[in-house]
């Protein structure tokens, strides 16, 4: 048996993650909030309950049986697609048997019920009562959803009501529940439709092997040391029952159940409640001293199982995605996110590979300073380097991944990435114009830009009331009117042109609110990205001189960015990794606030994101603080194993564990010293030896 046919179906095994994301689209879909939404506005009206301004108890209880009956009704449609998601692990386990690449079947071909998955398949009796438990186990949850609904709904309508909103205010505030990325219905469903499709796929894999087959653990390159150690190259023998609980057995029963935790492993194998760290804290206010540390019993120790440790963080914090920051607990699956080469330092994005949504019962370990901080999982790995005392010394910081738990105060966290892209022209109609050129242009636009159609002459405007800023405004589009002849106008407070092809271009941008950074500017290059920043900031921008340090040669500048569109500020910050800086945010409640302009006093309409630029490749975080948690975590896994992650306006870079079982059959193989794989009849006698020592 060769050892690449087995690489070949892990690579498959990943790479038809994309049909299970499928299936959680589907299964989203039958629990839409959008239709809810339509469905229940028709039942409303239907029943002569829309429009009304009160509603008696017995109106209230009718809408709230038609929820449970519209929900619970879909059940049987949503089982469909776990069911072919238990099909897809299943036949996984299969194509790594055979050491074959899997052709995925098609998903709508594929069986809609237990006893059709049961007869094509051959399940075993273990394997229909794990799908079972699985069908059941995501009714419960729909169930309890379903619940949530109605309180979401009654709520929404009474506060309508108490505010004296009428019918419009119910509308609206159960559009708002529903229709936004953000509302509460979406957020609900989604997490059904992901984390069931997920249970059901893992649970099928481990499940669809044999009692007594044995499987080899793989993890990544950047995986943590505690991976390392337990997981990667080590093998372990499947068993089909888990041990009983064994907190308050008998010391003999407690060995042997200890025993089977440290060398088998099995479907729903899991470390929530258990953690990485072989000590704990006696008295857990006082610090990690050592006469203030024992050792953990077996009972609270990780133990071999993938995921290895509950990843990663609190559903609050934010990923960077190419269409901006999202909540992991809202994170849309198939989606690019920001990624970390830790060769080149050259910020990437790639598609998940995996996603982690868990319970998780443990330690969250924070790292912060007087002004920001990070939080995670103890087993979650950060991406730091070594902080060096020697300031004389000029060799370059190591980046490294060490998990939350093993750092100390001597480290520093990574801000940074590098970025390399040639120049390129970038074409607007008729026109081809040089990157500098349109980079300044669309700094310029975007932030004190308007333009006007046909009607007006397809007329562009900038504006700008400081007239040493409106001159290097000018001096920045001269081009415009040297090589492309485009007749620049300067009456006092702006900048002025008329162009058809340029206005066309630009109006999309016209709503300040919800204004976006194009790929044409985000491919730019690095010098580009940095002439863009400058010309945006140059319209609605500080720069400051910053204070000198003691013993610091060479003046510093601070460059901030303000603008009212969370979409540009979520597009900014890839822009400004990619032009060789750290970001931090913060949000300024100035909605309904009064401010006086130049032009007069005016109500401001939306609160202001402020985005600072920052030239540090790294920040200390010198303070260690740790806390309980019970609750959800999330993560994603990537191929680079590293993820640019923002909790609090606090943006940094982390990473995380890749790890896989994978077939292994003792008769023919065996691990050397070194971790490799070997065949049997390369070196018998130690083949042998490895096989008394997994007896």
Known sequence: MSKMPLLRTIDGKIHHLKELDFIERQIAGVFSPEKFYEDMKGFLQEERLSGKNYYYIYEMDKLDNWIKEYFYGKIPEANTWLIRAYVIGRLLEESDREAIILKMPELAGMPKSIIEAAKEFRLTKTEVQA????????????TNTTQDTIIKVRQAMAEAIQQHEGWTGVERRLQEMTFEDTGELNRSWKRVAITETN??????????????????GISMPDACPNCYRDIHNKVYQVIKTPPMPYTDTNAKDYEAISKIWETKVWAGKTNIGRRSGLRKRIDKEAGNTEGNLTERAHHEKAMPAIPYHPHCFSGDTEIYTHQGWQ????????IEVATLNMETREIEFQQPIAYIDKMYKGRMIRFYNKLQGIEATEGHDMLIARRNRNKAAKEKTVLMKTPANMLHGEYMFYQKAEY?????SVKIGRYEFKE???????????????????????????????????????????DLQEEYGINLRHPEGSIQFNDRDICSYLKKFNNQPERFIPEEVKNLSREGLR????????????IKRNKKLKGQKTETFSRTIFTSSKKLADDLAGIILKAGYAVSYSLAE??????????????????????????????HLSNIQTRDYEGKVYCVEVPNGTILVRQKNFVVWTGNCRCRWIKFNPKFEWIDEEGRLRLAIEDPEKHKAFLENLE
């Open 531 to 542: 002439i863009f920043l400058d010309a945006y900031i140059l319209g609605d921008g500080t």
């Open 199 to 216: 249970t059901a796929f893992n649970n099928a894999y481990l499940c669809a092997m044999k009692e007594g087959e044995w499987v080899r």
């Open 420 to 424: 390399s892209k040639k120049e390129e």
């Open 327 to 334: 909540r992991f607990d809202e994170l849309q699956k198939g």
């Open 590 to 619: 100035t909605k309904g606030k009064v401010q006086e302009f130049r032009n007069g006093t005016y109500t401001i309409n939306h609160d202001t994101w402020i985005i600072t630029l920052k030239n540090s490749e790294y920040v």
């Open 131 to 142: 799908l079972t438990q699985a069908i059941e186990t995501a009714g419960l949850n729909i």
């Open 436 to 478: 500098s050129l349109f980079a300044r242009l669309m700094g310029y636009y975007l932030s004190e830009g308007s333009c006007k159609s046909k009607k007006y002459g397809w007329e562009v405007k900038i504006s700008q009331n400081k007239e040493e800023s409106k001159a290097q405004m000018l001096i920045g589009l001269y």
